[in-house]
Protein backbone atom coordinates (compact mmCIF):
# COMPACT_ATOMS: atom_id res chain seq x y z
CA UNK A 1 0.00 0.00 0.00
CA UNK A 2 2.97 2.24 0.34
CA UNK A 3 5.59 1.09 -1.35
CA UNK A 4 6.74 3.35 -3.73
CA UNK A 5 7.28 2.33 -7.51
CA UNK A 6 10.66 3.70 -8.58
CA UNK A 7 11.03 5.32 -12.49
CA UNK A 8 13.12 3.61 -15.00
CA UNK A 9 16.59 3.78 -15.08
CA UNK A 10 17.89 6.43 -17.48
CA UNK A 11 20.54 8.09 -18.89
CA UNK A 12 21.30 10.68 -16.16
CA UNK A 13 21.20 14.13 -17.08
CA UNK A 14 21.25 17.27 -15.50
CA UNK A 15 17.50 18.52 -15.71
CA UNK A 16 18.46 21.64 -16.37
CA UNK A 17 20.44 19.96 -19.85
CA UNK A 18 17.38 17.93 -20.65
CA UNK A 19 15.33 18.98 -23.89
CA UNK A 20 12.36 16.86 -22.62
CA UNK A 21 12.35 19.27 -19.23
CA UNK A 22 13.40 22.32 -21.42
CA UNK A 23 10.06 21.78 -23.44
CA UNK A 24 8.27 21.49 -20.57
CA UNK A 25 9.62 24.18 -18.82
CA UNK A 26 8.89 26.33 -22.28
CA UNK A 27 5.04 24.92 -22.02
CA UNK A 28 4.62 25.85 -18.47
CA UNK A 29 6.43 29.48 -18.54
CA UNK A 30 4.16 30.31 -21.65
CA UNK A 31 0.88 28.74 -19.74
CA UNK A 32 2.05 30.44 -16.67
CA UNK A 33 2.44 33.82 -18.79
CA UNK A 34 -1.00 33.73 -20.08
CA UNK A 35 -2.39 32.73 -17.18
CA UNK A 36 -1.11 36.05 -15.23
CA UNK A 37 -2.38 38.41 -18.62
CA UNK A 38 -5.86 36.37 -18.81
CA UNK A 39 -6.82 37.32 -14.93
CA UNK A 40 -5.64 41.20 -15.43
CA UNK A 41 -7.57 41.50 -18.47
CA UNK A 42 -10.41 39.93 -17.01
CA UNK A 43 -10.17 42.26 -13.47
CA UNK A 44 -10.08 45.28 -15.96
CA UNK A 45 -12.91 44.27 -18.32
CA UNK A 46 -15.09 43.40 -15.80
CA UNK A 47 -14.56 46.84 -13.93
CA UNK A 48 -14.73 48.92 -16.53
CA UNK A 49 -18.39 46.79 -17.17
CA UNK A 50 -19.61 46.70 -13.29
CA UNK A 51 -19.41 47.81 -10.46
CA UNK A 52 -16.54 46.68 -8.43
CA UNK A 53 -18.78 44.28 -6.43
CA UNK A 54 -19.92 42.79 -9.24
CA UNK A 55 -16.06 42.75 -10.48
CA UNK A 56 -15.24 41.24 -7.60
CA UNK A 57 -17.90 38.52 -7.95
CA UNK A 58 -16.71 37.65 -11.70
CA UNK A 59 -13.13 37.26 -10.18
CA UNK A 60 -14.10 34.58 -7.71
CA UNK A 61 -16.51 32.32 -10.06
CA UNK A 62 -13.87 30.53 -11.16
CA UNK A 63 -13.48 29.32 -7.70
CA UNK A 64 -16.29 27.23 -7.30
CA UNK A 65 -15.54 24.86 -10.08
CA UNK A 66 -11.96 25.12 -9.16
CA UNK A 67 -12.65 23.65 -5.89
CA UNK A 68 -15.67 21.08 -6.74
CA UNK A 69 -13.53 19.26 -9.39
CA UNK A 70 -10.37 19.67 -8.51
CA UNK A 71 -10.67 15.60 -6.68
CA UNK A 72 -11.95 14.57 -10.04
CA UNK A 73 -9.95 16.11 -12.14
CA UNK A 74 -6.86 13.98 -10.51
CA UNK A 75 -8.70 10.97 -11.52
CA UNK A 76 -9.06 12.19 -15.46
CA UNK A 77 -5.48 13.31 -15.11
CA UNK A 78 -4.15 9.20 -14.13
CA UNK A 79 -7.25 7.69 -16.55
CA UNK A 80 -5.95 9.94 -19.63
CA UNK A 81 -2.36 10.62 -18.85
CA UNK A 82 -0.96 13.68 -17.85
CA UNK A 83 0.11 15.30 -21.19
CA UNK A 84 -2.91 15.11 -22.47
CA UNK A 85 -5.26 16.30 -20.11
CA UNK A 86 -2.11 19.81 -19.98
CA UNK A 87 -2.76 19.94 -23.84
CA UNK A 88 -6.08 19.53 -23.63
CA UNK A 89 -6.59 22.57 -21.40
CA UNK A 90 -4.41 24.93 -22.73
CA UNK A 91 -6.40 24.59 -25.89
CA UNK A 92 -9.48 24.88 -24.62
CA UNK A 93 -8.28 28.18 -22.75
CA UNK A 94 -6.69 29.24 -25.86
CA UNK A 95 -9.71 29.16 -27.95
CA UNK A 96 -11.82 30.63 -24.68
CA UNK A 97 -9.52 33.66 -24.66
CA UNK A 98 -9.40 33.99 -28.70
CA UNK A 99 -13.54 33.72 -28.78
CA UNK A 100 -13.84 36.43 -25.54
CA UNK A 101 -11.43 38.53 -27.34
CA UNK A 102 -13.18 38.38 -31.00
CA UNK A 103 -16.48 38.97 -29.26
CA UNK A 104 -14.60 42.18 -27.45
CA UNK A 105 -13.75 43.36 -30.75
CA UNK A 106 -16.67 43.10 -32.23
CA UNK A 107 -19.42 44.27 -29.42
CA UNK A 108 -19.60 45.17 -25.99
CA UNK A 109 -20.89 41.81 -23.89
CA UNK A 110 -22.41 42.15 -20.41
CA UNK A 111 -21.00 40.65 -17.19
CA UNK A 112 -22.66 37.62 -18.01
CA UNK A 113 -20.23 36.59 -20.66
CA UNK A 114 -17.31 37.45 -18.77
CA UNK A 115 -18.52 35.11 -15.70
CA UNK A 116 -19.05 32.52 -18.30
CA UNK A 117 -15.63 32.75 -19.12
CA UNK A 118 -14.32 32.54 -15.29
CA UNK A 119 -16.75 30.07 -15.22
CA UNK A 120 -14.55 27.70 -17.76
CA UNK A 121 -11.72 28.59 -16.98
CA UNK A 122 -12.03 27.51 -13.33
CA UNK A 123 -13.23 23.72 -14.32
CA UNK A 124 -10.10 24.12 -17.03
CA UNK A 125 -7.95 24.70 -13.76
CA UNK A 126 -9.26 21.80 -11.77
CA UNK A 127 -7.51 19.71 -14.49
CA UNK A 128 -5.13 21.11 -15.38
CA UNK A 129 -3.28 21.95 -12.01
CA UNK A 130 -3.39 17.65 -10.86
CA UNK A 131 -2.27 16.96 -14.56
CA UNK A 132 1.06 19.70 -14.31
CA UNK A 133 1.61 18.25 -10.75
CA UNK A 134 1.99 14.67 -12.47
CA UNK A 135 4.13 15.32 -15.04
CA UNK A 136 7.58 16.00 -13.94
CA UNK A 137 8.04 12.09 -13.15
CA UNK A 138 7.30 11.48 -16.48
CA UNK A 139 9.53 13.37 -18.15
CA UNK A 140 12.54 13.28 -15.62
CA UNK A 141 14.32 10.57 -13.76
CA UNK A 142 13.87 10.45 -9.80
CA UNK A 143 17.05 11.64 -8.50
CA UNK A 144 16.06 15.48 -10.60
CA UNK A 145 12.82 16.17 -9.58
CA UNK A 146 14.15 18.09 -7.21
CA UNK A 147 16.00 20.15 -9.54
CA UNK A 148 12.48 20.25 -11.72
CA UNK A 149 10.77 21.63 -8.94
CA UNK A 150 13.09 24.32 -8.80
CA UNK A 151 13.05 25.37 -12.41
CA UNK A 152 9.04 25.19 -11.92
CA UNK A 153 9.36 27.55 -9.34
CA UNK A 154 11.70 30.00 -11.79
CA UNK A 155 9.26 29.35 -14.87
CA UNK A 156 6.63 30.64 -12.47
CA UNK A 157 7.85 33.48 -10.61
CA UNK A 158 8.98 34.79 -13.83
CA UNK A 159 5.51 34.24 -15.17
CA UNK A 160 3.65 36.14 -12.39
CA UNK A 161 6.11 39.04 -12.50
CA UNK A 162 6.30 39.29 -16.14
CA UNK A 163 2.55 38.31 -17.27
CA UNK A 164 1.16 41.63 -14.83
CA UNK A 165 2.98 44.28 -16.93
CA UNK A 166 2.68 42.54 -20.39
CA UNK A 167 -1.34 42.69 -19.24
CA UNK A 168 -1.08 46.10 -18.71
CA UNK A 169 0.85 47.31 -21.80
CA UNK A 170 -1.84 45.64 -24.03
CA UNK A 171 -4.72 47.05 -22.02
CA UNK A 172 -3.48 50.12 -22.86
CA UNK A 173 -2.53 49.45 -26.46
CA UNK A 174 -5.59 48.25 -27.25
CA UNK A 175 -7.83 47.25 -24.45
CA UNK A 176 -9.34 43.68 -22.50
CA UNK A 177 -9.76 42.23 -26.16
CA UNK A 178 -5.92 43.18 -27.31
CA UNK A 179 -4.99 41.67 -23.74
CA UNK A 180 -7.41 38.06 -24.08
CA UNK A 181 -5.45 37.65 -27.30
CA UNK A 182 -2.14 37.96 -25.93
CA UNK A 183 -3.11 35.20 -23.52
CA UNK A 184 -4.67 33.18 -25.89
CA UNK A 185 -1.53 33.42 -28.06
CA UNK A 186 0.90 32.16 -24.55
CA UNK A 187 -1.47 29.58 -24.46
CA UNK A 188 -1.35 28.51 -27.94
CA UNK A 189 2.52 28.50 -27.51
CA UNK A 190 3.04 25.95 -25.00
CA UNK A 191 1.15 23.51 -27.53
CA UNK A 192 4.02 22.52 -29.38
CA UNK A 193 6.22 22.29 -27.11
CA UNK A 194 3.83 19.84 -25.27
CA UNK A 195 2.95 17.75 -28.50
CA UNK A 196 7.02 17.67 -28.15
CA UNK A 197 7.08 16.03 -24.94
CA UNK A 198 8.26 12.10 -24.94
CA UNK A 199 7.14 10.72 -21.92
CA UNK A 200 8.54 7.88 -19.75
CA UNK A 201 6.42 5.11 -19.31
CA UNK A 202 5.78 4.33 -15.85
CA UNK A 203 5.10 1.07 -12.99
CA UNK A 204 1.69 0.27 -12.58
CA UNK A 205 0.42 3.35 -15.01
CA UNK A 206 -2.72 3.46 -15.76
CA UNK A 207 -3.66 0.23 -13.55
CA UNK A 208 -6.80 2.40 -12.19
CA UNK A 209 -8.55 2.86 -14.90
CA UNK A 210 -10.95 0.37 -14.98
CA UNK A 211 -13.60 0.93 -12.31
CA UNK A 212 -15.91 4.14 -12.14
CA UNK A 213 -14.73 8.11 -11.30
CA UNK A 214 -16.13 7.34 -8.13
CA UNK A 215 -14.56 4.47 -7.38
CA UNK A 216 -10.64 5.60 -8.71
CA UNK A 217 -11.23 8.62 -6.37
CA UNK A 218 -11.82 6.57 -3.39
CA UNK A 219 -9.34 4.49 -3.71
CA UNK A 220 -7.18 7.07 -4.11
CA UNK A 221 -7.85 8.79 -0.96
CA UNK A 222 -7.82 5.81 0.54
CA UNK A 223 -4.30 4.92 -0.65
CA UNK A 224 -3.11 8.78 0.41
CA UNK A 225 -4.46 7.87 3.83
CA UNK A 226 -2.63 4.85 4.11
CA UNK A 227 0.83 6.12 3.29
CA UNK A 228 3.27 6.75 5.80
CA UNK A 229 4.62 9.68 4.14
CA UNK A 230 1.78 11.54 2.04
CA UNK A 231 -0.74 11.29 4.04
CA UNK A 232 0.59 13.41 6.86
CA UNK A 233 2.28 15.78 4.11
CA UNK A 234 -0.99 16.81 2.57
CA UNK A 235 -1.60 17.47 6.61
CA UNK A 236 1.46 20.02 6.40
CA UNK A 237 -0.09 21.58 2.73
CA UNK A 238 -2.80 22.39 4.43
CA UNK A 239 -1.28 24.29 7.36
CA UNK A 240 1.36 26.01 5.97
CA UNK A 241 -0.94 27.32 3.28
CA UNK A 242 -3.96 28.15 5.82
CA UNK A 243 -1.23 30.22 7.78
CA UNK A 244 0.69 31.83 4.87
CA UNK A 245 -1.85 32.95 2.04
CA UNK A 246 -4.19 35.25 4.86
CA UNK A 247 -1.24 37.26 5.60
CA UNK A 248 -0.19 37.94 2.55
CA UNK A 249 -3.02 38.57 0.81
CA UNK A 250 -5.08 40.38 3.25
CA UNK A 251 -3.66 42.13 6.31
CA UNK A 252 -0.51 43.28 3.81
CA UNK A 253 -2.79 45.87 2.26
CA UNK A 254 -4.05 46.44 5.97
CA UNK A 255 -0.37 46.95 6.98
CA UNK A 256 0.50 49.16 3.83
CA UNK A 257 -2.34 51.84 5.07
CA UNK A 258 -1.44 51.86 8.77
CA UNK A 259 2.43 52.21 8.10
CA UNK A 260 1.97 54.56 5.41
CA UNK A 261 3.63 52.74 2.57
CA UNK A 262 1.13 52.80 0.40
CA UNK A 263 0.44 50.86 -2.61
CA UNK A 264 3.75 51.23 -3.88
CA UNK A 265 4.58 49.62 -1.06
CA UNK A 266 2.58 47.17 -1.32
CA UNK A 267 4.66 46.31 -4.25
CA UNK A 268 8.12 46.45 -2.82
CA UNK A 269 6.95 43.77 -0.04
CA UNK A 270 5.56 41.57 -2.77
CA UNK A 271 8.94 42.23 -4.54
CA UNK A 272 10.86 41.31 -1.64
CA UNK A 273 8.70 38.20 -1.71
CA UNK A 274 9.38 36.78 -4.84
CA UNK A 275 12.93 37.51 -5.13
CA UNK A 276 13.31 35.49 -1.87
CA UNK A 277 10.82 32.82 -3.09
CA UNK A 278 12.75 33.08 -7.26
CA UNK A 279 16.54 32.84 -4.98
CA UNK A 280 14.63 29.73 -3.67
CA UNK A 281 13.74 27.84 -6.44
CA UNK A 282 17.07 29.09 -7.73
CA UNK A 283 19.27 27.39 -5.48
CA UNK A 284 17.37 24.15 -5.95
CA UNK A 285 17.93 23.89 -9.52
CA UNK A 286 21.80 24.16 -8.78
CA UNK A 287 22.02 21.72 -5.69
CA UNK A 288 19.54 19.17 -7.21
CA UNK A 289 19.35 17.77 -3.81
CA UNK A 290 18.97 18.72 -0.35
CA UNK A 291 19.89 16.04 2.52
CA UNK A 292 17.00 15.23 4.68
CA UNK A 293 14.99 16.90 2.88
CA UNK A 294 11.92 16.36 5.27
CA UNK A 295 13.87 17.56 8.05
CA UNK A 296 14.84 20.63 6.15
CA UNK A 297 11.16 21.17 4.65
CA UNK A 298 10.08 21.45 8.45
CA UNK A 299 12.71 23.82 9.98
CA UNK A 300 12.44 26.04 7.00
CA UNK A 301 8.76 26.60 7.77
CA UNK A 302 9.39 27.24 11.39
CA UNK A 303 11.71 29.88 10.55
CA UNK A 304 9.54 31.39 7.95
CA UNK A 305 6.43 31.47 10.70
CA UNK A 306 8.81 33.70 12.47
CA UNK A 307 9.32 35.86 9.79
CA UNK A 308 5.20 36.10 9.19
CA UNK A 309 4.88 36.90 12.65
CA UNK A 310 7.41 39.80 12.52
CA UNK A 311 5.81 41.23 9.39
CA UNK A 312 3.27 42.92 11.18
CA UNK A 313 5.82 44.65 13.61
CA UNK A 314 7.86 46.54 11.35
CA UNK A 315 7.63 49.97 10.86
CA UNK A 316 10.13 51.10 8.05
CA UNK A 317 9.73 49.92 4.59
CA UNK A 318 12.95 48.77 3.56
CA UNK A 319 12.74 46.50 6.67
CA UNK A 320 9.17 45.21 5.60
CA UNK A 321 11.10 44.21 2.15
CA UNK A 322 14.14 42.40 3.96
CA UNK A 323 11.60 40.15 6.03
CA UNK A 324 9.52 39.27 3.34
CA UNK A 325 12.27 38.27 0.92
CA UNK A 326 13.08 35.96 3.72
CA UNK A 327 9.71 34.68 4.17
CA UNK A 328 9.86 33.85 0.02
CA UNK A 329 13.15 32.27 0.44
CA UNK A 330 12.10 29.84 3.52
CA UNK A 331 8.55 29.08 2.21
CA UNK A 332 9.54 28.94 -1.28
CA UNK A 333 12.21 26.14 -0.85
CA UNK A 334 9.91 24.42 1.93
CA UNK A 335 7.42 24.31 -0.89
CA UNK A 336 9.67 23.06 -3.49
CA UNK A 337 10.76 20.40 -1.35
CA UNK A 338 7.06 18.57 -0.22
CA UNK A 339 6.23 18.67 -4.27
CA UNK A 340 9.50 16.56 -4.73
CA UNK A 341 9.17 14.45 -1.88
CA UNK A 342 5.35 13.73 -2.99
CA UNK A 343 6.17 13.02 -6.76
CA UNK A 344 8.76 10.85 -5.21
CA UNK A 345 7.30 8.96 -2.62
CA UNK A 346 3.83 8.77 -4.58
CA UNK A 347 2.96 5.30 -6.39
CA UNK A 348 2.59 6.98 -10.34
CA UNK A 349 -0.39 5.30 -11.03
CA UNK A 350 -1.93 7.68 -7.81
CA UNK A 351 -0.09 11.29 -9.07
CA UNK A 352 -3.20 13.00 -10.57
CA UNK A 353 -4.96 12.18 -7.30
CA UNK A 354 -2.71 12.99 -4.81
CA UNK A 355 -1.40 16.22 -6.73
CA UNK A 356 -5.16 16.91 -6.70
CA UNK A 357 -5.78 16.64 -2.77
CA UNK A 358 -2.35 18.97 -2.65
CA UNK A 359 -3.47 21.69 -5.11
CA UNK A 360 -7.02 21.55 -3.00
CA UNK A 361 -5.28 22.24 0.19
CA UNK A 362 -3.58 24.88 -1.10
CA UNK A 363 -5.55 26.61 -3.84
CA UNK A 364 -8.92 25.24 -2.97
CA UNK A 365 -9.04 25.35 0.92
CA UNK A 366 -6.79 27.72 1.98
CA UNK A 367 -7.98 30.86 0.49
CA UNK A 368 -11.10 30.49 2.24
CA UNK A 369 -9.10 31.93 4.89
CA UNK A 370 -9.22 35.32 3.52
CA UNK A 371 -12.75 36.52 4.44
CA UNK A 372 -11.92 34.88 8.08
CA UNK A 373 -8.23 36.76 8.44
CA UNK A 374 -10.02 40.48 6.96
CA UNK A 375 -12.73 39.96 9.98
CA UNK A 376 -9.98 38.88 12.41
CA UNK A 377 -7.89 41.97 11.50
CA UNK A 378 -10.95 44.42 11.42
CA UNK A 379 -11.71 43.30 15.28
CA UNK A 380 -8.15 43.10 16.89
CA UNK A 381 -5.41 44.40 14.14
CA UNK A 382 -3.14 43.06 12.54
CA UNK A 383 -0.26 42.20 15.13
CA UNK A 384 -2.27 39.49 17.01
CA UNK A 385 -3.51 37.84 13.58
CA UNK A 386 -0.30 37.36 12.14
CA UNK A 387 1.09 35.58 14.95
CA UNK A 388 -1.67 33.26 14.97
CA UNK A 389 -1.38 32.86 11.23
CA UNK A 390 2.91 32.62 12.23
CA UNK A 391 2.15 29.99 14.90
CA UNK A 392 -0.73 27.97 12.45
CA UNK A 393 2.34 27.88 10.30
CA UNK A 394 4.87 26.99 12.72
CA UNK A 395 2.66 24.05 13.91
CA UNK A 396 2.71 22.73 9.68
CA UNK A 397 6.84 22.54 10.86
CA UNK A 398 6.46 21.28 13.82
CA UNK A 399 4.30 18.73 13.12
CA UNK A 400 6.55 17.56 9.85
CA UNK A 401 9.43 17.13 12.55
CA UNK A 402 7.17 15.59 14.81
CA UNK A 403 6.28 12.66 12.36
CA UNK A 404 9.24 10.39 11.79
CA UNK A 405 8.34 9.31 8.66
CA UNK A 406 8.28 12.80 7.26
CA UNK A 407 11.33 14.22 9.17
CA UNK A 408 13.09 11.27 7.78
CA UNK A 409 11.76 11.66 4.30
CA UNK A 410 14.68 11.99 1.80
CA UNK A 411 15.37 13.04 -2.15
CA UNK A 412 16.73 10.54 -4.61
CA UNK A 413 20.40 10.99 -4.48
CA UNK A 414 21.67 13.41 -7.81
Known amino acids: MTTTAAAPVIAA ?7 QV ?52 GVVADRLGPRRVVIGSDTVRCLVAL ?96 CA ?3 HALPSEGAEADGTALRDLTDGLRYLRGHRVLGHMMIVVLLSDLGFV ?53 WTMVLGAVSIGALAYVPLLPVAVGVALSIGLLAGLSGALCNALVQTECDPAYLGRVSAVSSLCSLGLAPLSFPVTGAAIG ?30 AELPGA
Not at 403 to 408: M, Q, S, T
Request: glycine share 14%.
Open 22 to 73: LRWLGAFTASTLGDSVYYLALSWAAVSSGTPAQAGLVMTVSAVPRALLMLFG
Open 379 to 408: LWGPGPVFAVSAAVCALSGVYALLVPALRK
Open 246 to 298: GPLNVGLAVLAEQRGWGASGIGWVLFGFGTGAGAASLLLTVWGRVPRAGAVSG
Open 99 to 194: GLAATLFLASPGLWILAAVALVFGAVDALFLPAVGALPPRIAPRDQLARVQGMRGIAYRMGSVLGAPLGGLAVAVGGSATAFTVAGVLFALSLPLL
Open 197 to 199: LKL
Open 13 to 19: RPAHRDP
